[in-house]
Structures are given as C-alpha cells and as structure tokens.
C-alpha cells in the first residue's frame, strides 16, 4: 500500500519535490500524527490524570454504600424522621438547664423573646415568629425541635454551623422548661 502511494507520487510530482523530500515530508506528516516528535523524542505521558484519585480541590469521593460514620457526622433527615428516631442523649440535670439557657439567649431570645412566646428585636423586622409555649410546639417531640435548630424551619434558620449537637440538645431542654414542663 505505501509503495503505491510512493509510485502515485512519483507519477504526479508534488509542489516540483523530489522524492527524498516527499518521502521526508511524508514520514515528518507521520509521526505527527502518531504523537511522536523526532526532534524531541517521546512526549511527556499525561494520562496518569485519568485515574481514580481525588484530585486537587475536588470534594471527597462518596462514602461505600451502607458504611456507618464511626463520630463526629451526623445523619442528614428531615424534621419529622428525627422527631421519631432521635432521642435526647442529655439528662435535663441543672447544669444542662443552665448551659441550655445561655445559648437560648445567645442564639433565639433575638427572635423569640427571652420567655420563647415571640417579641425579640429582629421579630419586630423579620416575620414575627409563633409563640412556642403553645400546645401545638409542646407536643413536637425532642428530636423534631432539635432538627428545627439544626436545618431551620420555612422560615427560620438553621444554625447547624453554630451550634455542637450537644448544646442543641441542651437548648431542647431548656425549651421544654419555657414551656412550662419537664418534657
Ligand atoms: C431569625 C429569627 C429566628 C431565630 C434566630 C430563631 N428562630 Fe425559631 N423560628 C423563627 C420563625 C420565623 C419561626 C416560624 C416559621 C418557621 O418555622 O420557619 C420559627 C419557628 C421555630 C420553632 C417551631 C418549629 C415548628 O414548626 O414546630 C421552634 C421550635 C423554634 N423556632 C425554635 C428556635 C430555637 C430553639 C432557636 C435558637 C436556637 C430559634 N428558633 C432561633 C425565627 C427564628
């Protein structure tokens, strides 16, 4: 086949070349083509990035399915899921009732008053939040309030960055004391 197109080229001459150069210019068009460069040898392998790493900047690869986090993750579920699976891990002893009261202070007396019944500063410029002494708040159960901390509600927000899961449990407990009862 090669010697074909050689004959062909010799037959037609091409831009007047003679056939040295031809055969040259062919070969050069060759290796080209095939990645190779005579002037520099091989090039530099590149498909060593095609692997399955993580690679620089990129988000850590997804767990195995069915693996369970050994500490410190918690799992992501919707208000009303946390409100039957999870359970308050704290005893709602003194210390925890007072820890509790601070943050409540620090993070909710804003919107919902220091008694939890509404009326803090940012309500008066926000949307006035429900008063939670209310039945229908007192019935929630422990984990769907401490979720609500978590995520936030339609409304509220979440403030899953700023507080531990321990003290959202502690602010749980307090809660439950605004509202007027152990649980
Ligand atoms: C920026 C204002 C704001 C802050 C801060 C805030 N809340 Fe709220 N909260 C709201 C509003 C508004 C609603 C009603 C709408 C909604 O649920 O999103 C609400 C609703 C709630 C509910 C009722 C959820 C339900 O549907 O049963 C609970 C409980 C609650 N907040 C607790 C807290 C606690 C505890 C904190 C402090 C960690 C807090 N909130 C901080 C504005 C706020």
């Given amino acids: 086949m090669a010697i074909k197109i050689f004959r062909t080229a010799n037959r037609f001459p091409v831009c007047g070349l003679s056939r040295v150069w031809r055969r040259g210019l062919l070969i ?60 308050n891990p704290i005893e709602p002893n003194p210390a925890a009732v007072e820890s509790g009261k601070k943050l409540y202070e620090i993070y909710c007396t804003l919107c919902h008053g220091a008694d939890g019944k509404g009326g803090g500063p940012v309500a008066a410029k926000f949307v006035p939040p429900p008063d939670l002494t209310l039945d229908v708040f007192r019935v929630r159960p422990d984990g769907f309030l401490y979720q609500t901390i978590a995520d936030g509600g339609p409304l509220m927000p979440g403030q899953r960055d700023a507080l531990q899961p321990r003290e959202r449990w502690e602010i749980v407990i307090y809660l439950r004391r605004l509202q007027g009862g152990e649980k």
């Fill in 28 to 87: 050069g068009i060759a290796y080209m083509l095939i990645g190779v460069s005579p002037v520099y040898g091989w090039f530099w392998r590149k498909d060593m990035v095609k692997q399955p790493s993580v690679k620089p900047q990129e988000a850590p690869r997804p767990l195995p399915q069915n693996s369970i986090p050994r500490q410190g993750k918690e799992f992501p579920m919707d208000r009303v899921e946390a409100g039957k699976r999870l359970r």
